[in-house]
C-alpha cells in the first residue's frame, strides 16, 4: 500500500527558511497528484502546493505564491517543499498526501486518499 512520511520540521524565526520531505513507497502508477497540505490549531487543514507526478505542473495557494516551492525526485520517491520568507502564520502541522487521477489544481482535501502524518513547522516572530 501507499505510504507517506514526511520529515524536516522544526523551529525557525520569521524570514528564515526551511525544507520539507516526504518519503512515498507504494506509488505504483506516476498518475499522481502529490501535495502539502496544512492545519494550524483550530483551523481547517488546507492545501499549500501541489504537482503532478508526471508531468511536473504545480499549482500553489495564494499565501504562499513565491515565497514555497513544491518539488519532486522520482528516482528517490521523494516529494520536497522548500519555504522560505516564513512568516509565523506559517506556523501548522504539514501534511504530504497523495491522490491518484485526481485534479492537482483544486487543491482539495477530500480528493486525497493517502497521507502521512504530518511534520510540525512553527515559525516564531
Known amino acids: 500500500q501507499v505510504q507517506l512520511e514526511e520529515s524536516g520540521g522544526g523551529s525557525v524565526q520569521a524570514g528564515g527558511s526551511l525544507k520539507l520531505s516526504c518519503a512515498a513507497s507504494g506509488l505504483t502508477s506516476s498518475r499522481y497528484c502529490m501535495a502539502w497540505f496544512r492545519q494550524a490549531p483550530g483551523k481547517e487543514r488546507e492545501g499549500v502546493a501541489a504537482?503532478?507526478?508526471?508531468?511536473?505542473?504545480?499549482y500553489y495557494a495564494d499565501s504562499v505564491k513565491g515565497r514555497f516551492t513544491i518539488s519532486q525526485d522520482n528516482a528517490k520517491n521523494t516529494l520536497y517543499l522548500q519555504m522560505n520568507s516564513l512568516k509565523p502564520e506559517d506556523t501548522a502541522i504539514y501534511y504530504c498526501?497523495?491522490?491518484?487521477?485526481?485534479?492537482?489544481?483544486?487543491?482539495?482535501?477530500?480528493?486525497?486518499?493517502?497521507w502521512g502524518r504530518g511534520t510540525q513547522v512553527t515559525v516564531s516572530s
Open positions: 504537482i503532478y507526478m508526471h508531468s511536473g505542473v504545480t
Open positions: 498526501a497523495g491522490g491518484l487521477r485526481i485534479y492537482c489544481g483544486g487543491l482539495q482535501k477530500s480528493e486525497y486518499g493517502y
